[in-house]
């Protein structure tokens, strides 16, 4: 069986990094999936954990190659998500957890034959992002900007996704996040085959008592 698609995303500073984080810290069966962009490195960020670190030449090969499932330009810095990846962890049944943009989200989620597990994490308040964002102190005044001018447009795009995660309390938007994911597994399209295998027992057993 396939693991999920979950696909996360928010508007720069709504806190799905450190929700994600303590996600990933506490599930079992979950993978991240690292994406490739042309941002510069932010200090304390590693090659190959945060992002995968390329120029915009390499990342535009990439585009041509058809390496990404999807890919976006955001706040002015190119960002996509590696297919071979992605598809590699799903087919050995784990759930791959997307940090992506809602144009990202959009392009996935509308995707033909992609069935993804779709969450829009909203900050309680503007003025809460803005607060968290200018704290994070990771941008340039000007990129700063960039990202809550955009968050406008990105929380208008709420109606895309299938669940909504307001983050107001952390400890309660862990739990939220973790319930979806496990709510997701017991879909009955997601247990096939355990299910395939109980109800062969239950033939075997449904012969022997019509032969007593
Ligand atoms: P940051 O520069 O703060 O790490 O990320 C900026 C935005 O790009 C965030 O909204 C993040 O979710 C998004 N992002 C990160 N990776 C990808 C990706 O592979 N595809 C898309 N479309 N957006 C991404």
Redesign the pocket.
């Known amino acids: 069986m396939k693991g999920n698609l979950i696909i996360i995303?928010s508007p720069?500073g709504g806190g799905k990094g450190t929700l994600i984080r303590e996600v990933l810290k506490t599930t079992a069966d979950i993978t991240f999936s690292v994406?490739y962009?042309t941002?510069a490195m932010r200090e304390g960020e590693m090659e190959g954990r945060e992002y995968h670190f390329v120029d915009r030449a390499t990342f535009e090969a990439m585009i041509s190659a058809g390496d990404f499932l999807?890919?976006?330009e955001?706040?002015g810095?190119l960002?996509?998500?590696s297919k071979s990846q992605v598809e590699k962890v799903m087919a050995t049944g784990t759930d791959v957890l997307l940090?992506?943009?809602v144009?990202?989200a959009a392009t996935l989620i509308g995707k033909a034959g992609l069935d993804a597990v779709s969450i829009f994490i909203l900050p309680p308040s503007f003025e809460t992002l803005r607060t968290r964002l200018t704290l994070r102190a990771t941008e340039s005044s000007g990129d700063l900007l960039i990202r809550l001018r955009n968050a406008f447009d990105e929380v208008l795009r709420y109606e895309l996704f299938r669940y909504i995660v307001i983050n107001d309390d952390l400890t309660k938007a862990v739990d939220d996040l973790r319930t979806i994911i496990r709510a997701e597994r017991l879909a009955r399209t997601r247990q096939n085959d355990e299910i395939q295998a109980i109800l062969s027992g239950f033939d075997a057993s449904k012969h022997q008592f019509e032969n007593l």
């Open positions: 995303s720069s994406s962009t941002r999807e890919h976006a955001v706040h810095n960002y996509g998500t940090e992506i943009d144009q990202g």
